[in-house]
């Protein structure tokens, strides 16, 4: 016997109060489970969890006291990227009349285990998450309260089937270490973000594979994992900068580890970009304004948000809906890429995004 169903699509609607009857407990207590309410066992919730799962059941539209409300989680807000992020929901959700809350939970991987409880209990009409992916069990509780998710994805690769937004992270290392190699570099040094994150190891195949396409070893000693923050890029790039055959470029796999780049440059007497190039990542607004201006690979973030809305809403409505959207990144050349000192006439650059 299945349980939400439409109308029409079944011969009968088993009722909260069967499910109540087959877990013996009352139906009170089957509502608290729905709702997310925190006075209810572990195990009475495991078990009224698991009946609502097998009669795949899901809450009906109308049942449901929705609020015109869009969750968007992120595991940190002090990143400067995710302001980004933030006005492209906000865009999209005031244009359908929802308003968004933001919520900060867990690592970047995925949201903390007693995020559901409170979701649940604010009901929004769907929840779009920063994070590489969610547990099974999560999956299966807004499934069954029919709130629809979406994974904004700049941090990793979900499974099939979840709905996610995310960036060309191979095509954007490809692009960032090819201009330095235009530019006559041969020691080209990388920054990346964090090991376990795969953006970070995408962003580190696209540098191998300009590397290689131009026919240069990629020497590991100047590959670096960093934390996506400025601290990480300064102490990563400073142990760049003092190997006895020191890279003339470094590829940062972040605008903020570009800073923290740029700053150890500094503290080592070297200029940027007449002794050392410097690229960044994701292009935001503190890239424009750094000195030199931050030549940088564009990744749409506003547009990654907008993009998410649209696949929640069509989600939310049962439309036929793509499950993984890629968006395009592209290079914005500005100032702090320049040939290295005394090289030969470099290769003609690739065409910029834009100049500033």
Same mark, same amino acid.
């Given at each position: ?16 109060a069967? %499910?109540a009857?087959q877990a013996? %407990?009352?139906? $009170?207590?089957?509502?608290?489970? +729905? ?5 209810? $066992? ?5 078990? %009224? ?9 899901r ?26 992020l933030?006005?492209?929901?906000e865009?999209?959700?005031k244009?359908?009349?929802?308003? %968004?809350?933001?919520?900060e ?7 903390a ?20 992916? +969610? ?35 191979? $095509? ?58 400025v601290?990480?890029?300064?102490a990563r ?52 304004? $750094? ?19 649209q ?16 968006l ?29």
């Open positions: 016997m299945l349980l939400g169903m439409r109308d029409g699509e079944a011969n009968r609607r088993i009722t909260l069967e %499910v009857q013996g %407990v009352s139906l $009170s207590t089957v509502s608290k489970v +729905l709702n997310g309410r925190q006075d209810v $066992s572990p195990a009475t919730r495991g078990k %009224v969890e698991r009946l609502l799962e097998v009669h795949s059941y809450r009906t539209t109308r049942a449901a006291r929705e609020a015109p409300l869009i969750e968007l989680v992120f595991h940190e807000l002090d990143s400067v990227w995710s302001m980004e933030i006005r492209g929901v865009n999209l959700a244009a359908h009349q929802a308003s %968004v809350v933001l919520t939970s867990g690592t970047r991987h995925a949201p285990a007693d995020w559901i409880e409170g979701v649940l209990q604010r009901r929004p009409i769907g929840v779009i998450l920063v994070f590489s992916s +969610l547990p099974d069990a999560v999956k299966r509780q807004l499934g069954a309260r029919s709130i629809p998710f979406v994974i904004i994805d700049p941090a990793g690769d979900p499974e099939p089937d979840v709905p996610s937004v995310g960036s060309a992270n191979w $095509s954007g290392g490809v692009a960032a270490t090819r201009h330095l190699i235009d530019l006559g570099h041969r020691r080209i040094g990388i920054v990346t973000g964090p090991e376990d994150v795969l953006c970070s190891l995408a962003r580190l195949d696209g540098y191998r594979s300009a590397m290689n396409m131009a026919g240069l070893d990629h020497d590991a000693s100047l590959v670096r994992f960093g934390d996506f923050h601290e990480g890029g300064y790039a400073m142990e760049l900068l003092r190997l006895p055959d020191r890279p003339t470029a470094i590829f940062a796999g972040s605008d903020l580890q570009a800073l923290g780049v740029m700053e150890a440059a500094r503290v080592c007497g070297l200029r940027v970009p007449e002794d050392l190039s410097v690229v960044g990542y994701d292009d935001v607004m503190i890239a424009r304004w $750094s000195s030199p201006g931050l030549t940088t690979v564009h990744q749409p973030l506003r547009e990654m948000g907008e993009e998410a809305v696949m929640l809403l069509r989600l939310r409505a049962g439309e036929p809906s793509v499950t993984r959207m890629e395009a990144t592209s290079l914005v050349v500005r100032k702090s890429t320049a040939p290295p000192p005394q090289s030969a006439v470099p290769l003609a650059p690739p065409p910029a995004h834009s100049t500033l």
